[in-house]
Each structure stands twice: as structure tokens, then as C-alpha cells.
């Protein structure tokens, strides 16, 4: 059972390095294509951008599929389960709560969510495939803090 855990965890902290690559160099690389309207408005409800999703899903369900129908690969199942899990905060995170595609009230006064808020909106300053920065969803530095005013 632990292991089992630890897969899940793991691949899920895994998944950061995943998400950031495929940001940085497949959806402002080759695949801009899906990911242009995600930086630029667009009239409706979906983006080509949600197709990643589609293709993260995808992913997750097959490891999910192959884990639990051949035994020998059963540690997949749980892999799958961190690709899933990632994927429910990452939808929790970027469409929810920064780019407000569920309305829904959270609270977003933490330090955290000020930062990677933050960083995610310096990467949307940038509305071309070049020159963005900051392409992490779940983390980002410390240099994204906002300076604290002192009370002087």
C-alpha cells in the first residue's frame, strides 16, 4: 500500500516537471497552434487549448486501463492515479481560480496562491509564442512574491 502512495505522490510531483516542459517547449513550440487562443481572447466557452487536457486524460485513463487489466503492470493503475490527481489541481488551479472559468469563491489570500497567481499572470502578459516566462502551474520561485510594504 505504500508503494502504491508513493506512486501516486510521486507522479504527481513528477507531473510539475511534465506540465512545465510540455508548456515550455510543445504548447509554445510546436503546438501553438492549440495553445494561441489561450493567450488571446476567443469568443466561447472551450479553447483549442483544452485539448491538452484531452490528451493528459487520455494518458491517464490508458496507464489507469493497462494497470488494472494486466497484473504484472498493475503498478500503473497508480501512476495513472497521479497523472489524474495532477490533473484535478491543475484544473482546480488554472481554470478555476486563476482564469475564473468556473465561477466559484475561493480564497486566494495565501502567500502561495499570491505567487503562483502571480506567475502565471506575468506569463499571460506575453500574447505570442516567444518570450513568455514562468510556465510552471503548480509552483513557481520565489521572485514571483510580491514585495511586502513596510509600515513605516
Same mark, same amino acid.
Given at each position: ?15 510539475? !516537471?511534465?506540465?512545465?516542459? *510540455? ?17 488571446? +481572447? +476567443?469568443? %466561447?466557452? $472551450? ?12 494518458? @491517464? ?5 493497462? !494497470? ?6 498493475? $503498478?500503473? *493503475?497508480?501512476?495513472? @492515479? =497521479? ?7 491543475? $484544473? ?17 489570500? %495565501? ?12 506569463? +499571460? ?5 516567444? %518570450? @513568455?516566462?514562468?510556465? =510552471? ?16
Amino acid at each position: 500500500m505504500l508503494v502504491n502512495v508513493a506512486l501516486v505522490l510521486g507522479t504527481f510531483l513528477f507531473m510539475e !516537471g511534465v506540465a512545465w516542459f *510540455t508548456h515550455k517547449y510543445v504548447m509554445h513550440g510546436f503546438l501553438w497552434s492549440w495553445h494561441r487562443d489561450h493567450h488571446n +481572447h +476567443h469568443p %466561447g466557452f $472551450f479553447e483549442r487549448n483544452d485539448l491538452f487536457a484531452v490528451v493528459f486524460s487520455l494518458t @491517464a485513463i490508458s496507464l489507469i486501463l493497462i !494497470g488494472v487489466e494486466v497484473p504484472t503492470l498493475s $503498478f500503473l *493503475t497508480w501512476i495513472g @492515479a =497521479g497523472v489524474t490527481l495532477y490533473g484535478f489541481f491543475y $484544473f482546480v488551479f488554472h481554470d478555476v481560480i486563476v482564469h475564473r472559468r468556473v465561477k466559484m469563491k475561493i480564497n486566494t489570500d %495565501g502567500r502561495y496562491m499570491q505567487r503562483i497567481m502571480r506567475a502565471h499572470y506575468i506569463h +499571460h502578459k506575453v500574447h505570442t509564442k516567444e %518570450g @513568455a516566462e514562468a510556465f =510552471g502551474f503548480l509552483y513557481a520561485p520565489k521572485k514571483y512574491d510580491r514585495p511586502v510594504k513596510s509600515k513605516k
